[in-house]
């Protein structure tokens, strides 16, 4: 669930900018985001188990 949530807001920024013409779609942003989105949502379930 969390997944889907992080990819539909990136995807949203990622189409806001394009059409506001304040930056371009870049794959490679979503990809990163995701991962440190992924890898921030890990980390807080290990600090809270902790």
Same mark, same amino acid.
Request: charged share 15%; hydrophobic share 60%.
């Given at each position: 669930?969390? /997944? #889907?949530?992080?990819? *539909?807001?990136?995807?949203?920024?990622?189409? $806001?900018? /394009? #059409?506001?013409?304040? *930056?371009?779609?870049?794959?490679?942003?979503? $990809?990163?985001?995701?991962?440190?989105?992924?890898?921030?949502?890990?980390?807080?379930? $290990?600090?809270?188990?902790?």
């Amino acid at each position: 669930m969390f /997944v #889907l949530f992080s990819l *539909g807001i990136l995807l949203s920024v990622e189409t $806001i900018q /394009v #059409l506001t013409l304040r *930056g371009s779609f870049d794959i490679d942003d979503i $990809i990163l985001n995701m991962l440190g989105a992924v890898i921030g949502f890990f980390l807080s379930k $290990i600090r809270v188990k902790g």
